[in-house]
């Protein structure tokens, strides 16, 4: 029996989904139809039935909050950052889940970072809070380095921060001030993203004291500023890691699939070269 999975938004024109999760539905031995579906915001609630139909889907942008209202029952990480990009339907229960957290998580541990660390983080936009918050959680000694005019936003960061966890380290910076040693950089900002690649949030002599670096853009596979971070020593890994393992953490979820990293390894470098 076919079992039948999507991916909801709009627009979806340049999504590598279907090439990554059908190579995992093809590793795990699963028999599986992997669809794209554009979904208008004013559409959403009245593909409620359809949506009931898969055994599971993925959501991006714009539906990752308004499909909570969808959901029977939310994770703990869905809770936390209030969005949901993967559903599981089981015995008529929709489930919500966020795996962008699982995938930023996983891909930190295979650089081979530690979030407990000193960790400056560039950026505050949607995914700059979530790798905000969730450092915060692992025990980061945090340092959010933004723009001028994001300031603001970043402060109220630190505050949600600090209501939810009194004993936390952080502190916001301008992009300018950043300096010193850090143990991790992440990269939340769209700076050096296709077509604009020649540009970096930091400037490399910024670089010259950090020893890993996490860059979430992944086209270009290699961007300026995980350039500027390689030729100063650091270990950097970028954002088609985790793109691809929030999609194996849906498969966890979905299925209990297991992967070999090997398998992993190899999906990543082959996605790499779609970009």
């Known amino acids: 029996m076919t079992e039948n999975y999507a991916l909801i938004g709009c627009p979806l024109g340049h999504s590598?989904?279907?090439?990554?999760h059908s190579r995992l539905f093809e590793l795990a031995g699963?028999?599986?139809?992997?669809?794209l579906n554009e979904i208008k915001p004013e559409e959403l609630k009245d593909k409620y039935?359809?949506?009931?139909?898969?055994?599971g889907f993925n959501i991006t942008i714009p539906h990752k909050i308004a499909i909570m209202d969808f959901c029977g029952e939310l994770s703990e990480g869905a809770k936390r950052y209030g969005s949901v990009n993967c559903i599981k339907n089981e015995k008529g229960k929709s489930i919500g889940y966020n795996t962008d957290v699982l995938g930023f998580v996983k891909?930190?541990?295979q650089l081979g970072a530690s979030l407990?660390?000193?960790?400056?983080?560039?950026?505050?936009?949607?995914?700059?809070?979530?790798?905000?918050?969730?450092?915060a959680y692992q025990g980061a000694d945090l340092t959010m380095a933004v723009r001028t005019e994001d300031i603001s936003v970043a402060e109220g960061i630190k505050g949600e921060i600090e209501r939810l966890l009194p004993e936390s380290s952080v502190r916001v910076i301008h992009l300018s001030e950043m300096q010193g040693d850090y143990d991790l950089v992440i990269n939340s900002t769209p700076v050096g993203m296709y077509p604009k690649t020649e540009f970096s949030p930091l400037k490399k002599e910024q670089l010259k004291n950090v020893s890993f670096l996490f860059d979430a853009i992944y086209n270009p596979?290699?961007?300026?500023?995980?350039?500027?971070?390689?030729?100063?020593?650091?270990k950097v890994f970028t954002g088609m890691s985790m793109l691809v393992l929030q999609a194996?953490?849906?498969?966890e979820i979905w299925n209990g699939s297991e992967y070999r990293q090997s398998d992993i390894d190899s999906l990543i470098k082959d996605m790499e070269k779609l970009v």
């Open 16 to 20: 590598l989904s279907p090439q990554i």
């Open 116 to 135: 407990k660390s000193k960790v400056c983080l560039l950026g505050c936009g949607g995914v700059g809070r979530m790798m905000a918050i969730e450092s």
């Open 49 to 55: 039935d359809y949506l009931r139909s898969l055994k």
């Open 221 to 234: 596979t290699e961007t300026t500023l995980s350039k500027y971070a390689k030729e100063s020593g650091a």
């Open 30 to 35: 699963i028999k599986c139809e992997y669809k």
């Open 248 to 251: 194996v953490a849906a498969h």
């Open 107 to 109: 891909s930190i541990e």
